[in-house]
Nanobody, 121 residues
Framework: QVQLVESGGGLVQPGGSLRLSCVAS????????MRWYRQAPGKERELVAA???????NYVDSMKGRFTISMDITKNTVFLQMNSLKPEDTAVYYC???????????????WGQGTLVTVSS
């Protein structure tokens, strides 16, 4: 019933930009926070950026100034604008939403299946 769909990944040269989108199903009617994670092959999943319902954002230091997270609550959508991309940014990027679903009044985390970002010359 709850589905998150990421899009916008692809192949980009170093220094290039990509904009990722994540659309959550309408079953999530109350969103507490939206987050982006990423995971490179052989490495642990790590937080990239987060935004809460009040609009406060949080970034990992290495992403701050290059990545921007934003959201459109009315459309259950979160974005990640990525600029000045580096090869080290290559990973599968996952959308995460903390919120309440129609049949689950408790706050819970919901995950997308990921979108691949490859930064290479």
């Amino acid at each position: 019933q709850v589905q998150l769909v990421e899009s916008g990944g692809g192949l980009v040269q170093p220094g290039g930009s990509l904009r990722l989108s994540c659309v959550a199903s309408e079953n999530i009617f109350s969103i507490n926070a939206m987050r982006w994670y990423r995971q490179a092959p052989g490495k642990e999943r790590e937080l990239v950026a987060a935004i809460d319902i009040g609009g406060s954002t949080n970034y990992v230091d290495s992403m701050k100034g290059r990545f921007t997270i934003s959201m459109d609550i009315t459309k259950n959508t979160v974005f990640l604008q990525m600029n000045s991309l580096k090869p080290e940014d290559t990973a599968v990027y996952y959308c995460n939403i903390n919120g309440r679903a129609r049949l689950n009044p408790r706050l819970a985390d919901y995950w997308g299946q990921g979108t691949l970002v490859t930064v290479s010359s």
